[in-house]
């Protein structure tokens, strides 16, 4: 099944749910974060879909005030893939989670939150992966500032030019 | 299992533990010796992989690749340099496609030897350990001689390779396959039929088919639970799909599909394939040809993003690339397959005894300096 179908099933489910643009894009398909987990449960269930595995989750800080998480999907019946991609305002980033759906995803979504910051709502265990508990900031923001002292020890900042 | 209750013991598995291949710490809740639960706690090898790549020019992010996955390092770079190729539509020629396989293959024969004898060592045999380490030192020198490092290699670079093979190179490899091959059987005497070691492994910590692919276990891992799934043959990059090579999956042989012994075999028997697609390689190795010759002036790929996954030792290697046409990367993600394989230990593990939970971590072979980046 190519995306255009994929995404016409959506439509049809969640006419509001799709971003519509001027030229639809053909490799992947831009959602609203609000029915996110229903969607994602009618992705997996689907028989003409069975998107069964879920291949990555990639935040990306858009630097506008925006962030997105993109999910590239794959179904290991049909091998068909697509790609999600759902933006959310930097000063209320909330994705539902997905992480009942496609286990996989716990990990993944707490390694996109430990990044960029951004809470999935229905996450069973929200909490930093690689960073530890009490770090500050969200690393991979654009506009991120490395913190002063950590536990008394002082973070060396950036050095401008190589040496 | 679970007759005996007692109260519910916390017990804290590493940071610093020999048999957690790198720097990870496990949480176990045991019940007596059973674990109840486990919570994994990692992150102390995390080298801002990620962050770097947004301030590194695309060449220079070869030599990191190579430091994530330190034990399959010539895969790490197939699977990034395949990735920003396919963004700039560039074709390499057909002598470095063959050298780019003869590596990988090498490579991940050099992985498995790895992943076995610790796997072994893990489970209390020590001597098969030495044996394959001294095996897989042979695979390190033919690396050596052709680009001067042993494991971080900055071997394969976007367009072409960083060296042409040396001279001799060809002889070498033949020499070493011509040695190696029978000594697979003996391993295979010496730990994987061994009664000690089936009883160790068979029958432990089965993952059904099902549940690794909704916890996103890849590679040796998936295929040993029975599913027949591997990129080099359903979304063939390069040029595999000139070999003739099987997929070996889990059967079962010795207690259920999916168990620790089966994901034992299942490397054991890929390093024969790998062994057959080094040879065919051989053969086929235009020896005419510049490595160079396809390289680019300048690396800057147009606007857009791609994911490209591509079969590492440890499963499906995934880079995902965004580029804004500028000469670095706007975001680079690595989707390691190690990093899903840890996050399926606790589906896996829970309700097996402590020693049981060792040799489920060694037969899912994971390396750490993937799974933090």
């Known amino acids: 099944m190519n995306p255009e179908n994929i995404l016409n099933i959506l439509r049809e489910r969640f006419p509001r ?23 994602a449960t009618l992705l997996q269930e689907n028989p003409d879909l069975q998107f069964d595995s879920l291949q990555c989750v990639t935040g990306i800080d858009l630097a506008e005030d925006l962030l997105e998480v993109r999910y590239n999907l794959h ?3 049909h091998l068909h893939k697509i790609e999600i991609r759902i933006s959310v305002p930097k000063d209320k980033p909330k994705i539902p989670s997905v992480e009942k759906i496609w286990r996989v995803g716990d ?53 401008e030019e190589w040496e | 299992m679970g007759i005996v209750h007692g109260e519910e013991m916390v017990l804290n598995i590493g940071p610093q533990h020999p048999s957690t291949h790198g720097v990870l710490r496990l949480k176990v809740h045991t019940d007596g010796e059973v674990v109840s639960k486990i919570i994994p706690y990692i992150g102390y090898l995390h080298r801002c992989f990620e962050k770097h790549c947004e301030n590194l020019s695309y060449e220079q992010i070869i030599p990191f690749t190579d430091r994530c996955d330190y034990i399959g390092s010539m895969n790490n770079n197939f699977g990034y340099v395949v990735a920003v190729e396919e963004m700039m539509d560039i074709q390499v020629s057909e002598k470095v496609e063959h050298i ?36 897989r030192e042979r695979i390190l020198d033919l690396f050596e001689i052709t680009c001067g ?28 396959l011509d040695y190696f091959e029978p000594q697979l059987k003996e391993y295979n005497d010496l730990l994987m039929y061994n009664k000690i070691f ?41 040029i595999y799909d000139s070999f003739s090579f099987e997929v070996p999956v889990g059967k079962g ?30 053969k086929t190795l235009p020896v005419e040809g510049d490595v160079h010759e396809a390289m680019p002036k300048k690396i800057r790929p ?61 037969s899912l072979d994971i390396v750490l300096g993937e799974i933090d980046r």
């Open chain 1, 17 to 39: 749910s799709v971003v519509e643009m001027e030229e639809m894009p053909d490799n992947y398909i831009p959602l609203l974060p609000d029915n996110w987990f229903e969607i």
């Open chain 1, 75 to 77: 179904s290991m019946v």
């Open chain 1, 107 to 159: 990990w993944f979504e707490r390694e996109t939150y430990d990044m960029y910051g951004i809470v999935f709502d229905g996450h069973r265990d929200h909490r930093r992966i690689l960073l530890p508990d009490d770090w500050e900031g969200w690393p991979l923001r654009k506009d991120y500032e490395t913190q002063e002292t950590y536990h008394g020890i002082v973070v060396p900042k950036v050095k």
């Open chain 2, 100 to 135: 780019r396989v003869i590596m990988a293959e090498l490579n991940r024969i050099a992985s498995h030897l790895l992943a076995l004898g610790t796997f072994g060592m893990d489970v209390g045999a020590f001597t098969p350990f030495l044996y394959m380490f001294r095996d």
């Open chain 2, 149 to 176: 490092a042993r494991l971080l290699y900055n071997y394969m670079w976007v367009g072409g390779l960083s060296h042409d093979l040396p001279v001799g190179f060809v002889e070498k490899v033949y020499k070493f």
């Open chain 2, 198 to 238: 089936i009883e160790r492994t068979a029958d432990v910590g089965v993952l059904p088919p099902e549940v690794a692919v909704n916890y996103g276990v890849t590679g040796p891992n998936l295929r040993a639970s029975g599913i027949k799934w591997d990129l080099r043959k359903n979304e063939s990059y390069s």
């Open chain 2, 253 to 282: 042989q010795m207690g259920t599909i999916g168990d620790c012994w089966d994901r034992y075999w299942v490397r054991a028997e890929e390093m024969k394939e790998s062994i057959g697609i080094v040879r065919q390689a051989l």
């Open chain 2, 302 to 362: 147009p606007k857009g993003s791609i994911y490209k996954r591509t079969e590492s030792p440890r499963g499906d290697l995934g880079f995902y690339i965004i580029s804004d046409g500028s000469p670095s990367p706007t975001r680079v993600k690595l989707r390691s397959p190690a990093f899903t394989a840890l996050g399926a230990l606790s589906a896996i593990a829970e309700g097996w005894m402590i020693s049981d939970v060792i040799a489920i971590l060694g």
